[in-house]
């Protein structure tokens, strides 16, 4: 007998959504893992001018991005694109990544597939108390406890954030 929940339709309106202060971002679930079967984990984004991730791969996970305003320059296998608003990015599962925001300000959807990086997020995050980015001067995550932590979610840190240079 399967104890899973069956999968049903549901709405996260404007504005809703688990609201976390990850890294210097504010980050909003609109899917989660939990929700959606395991099929994908969805989360907004609203970061700074050169929030980012360090380079990565997910072992089991694509990611993808789709930028609602502002720019990201997303890094995957070697490959360097700069994504405007309206752009969406695939990266394939295991395939070294990172992404840097460069413009100002950035908001953007963050999907895996399948779904499960809300785990992580929630893991490496705080709980935000205001639909803002975080107070600034807060300290970041030691990086070889953050890589560890990802570890543990199928995430292996392979470098500092930032976009890789030839």
């Known amino acids: 007998m399967s104890t899973v929940a069956p999968v049903t339709p549901f709405l996260t ?19 989660s893992a939990a929700s959606t079967g395991s099929a994908v984990s969805i989360t907004e984004f609203r970061a700074p001018r050169g929030h980012g991730s ?9 990611e993808w ?7 990201l320059a997303v890094w995957a296998d070697g490959t360097l694109v700069e994504a405007a608003a309206g752009a969406f990015v695939f990266g394939p599962p295991a395939l070294p ?22 785990r992580f997020l929630r893991a490496a995050s705080v709980p935000a108390t205001a639909p803002t980015l975080p107070p600034a001067g807060g300290a970041l995550p030691d990086p ?5 932590l990802a570890a543990g979610f199928g995430v292996e840190i392979l470098g500092p954030p930032g976009i890789p240079t030839p």
Not at 13 to 31: M, Q, R, T, Y
Not at 54 to 62: C, M
Not at 144 to 148: P, S
């Open 54 to 62: 360090p380079l990565h791969l997910h072992r089991d996970e694509a």
């Open 65 to 71: 991005w789709y930028v609602l305003e502002g720019e």
């Open 13 to 31: 309106a404007p504005g809703e959504g688990e609201s976390l202060w990850f890294l210097d971002a504010l980050a909003s679930v609109k899917a």
């Open 97 to 118: 990544h990172t992404f840097e925001v460069v413009s100002d300000e950035a908001r953007f959807l963050l999907g895996t597939a399948p779904g499960g990086f809300d």
């Open 144 to 148: 070889a406890e953050l890589a560890a």
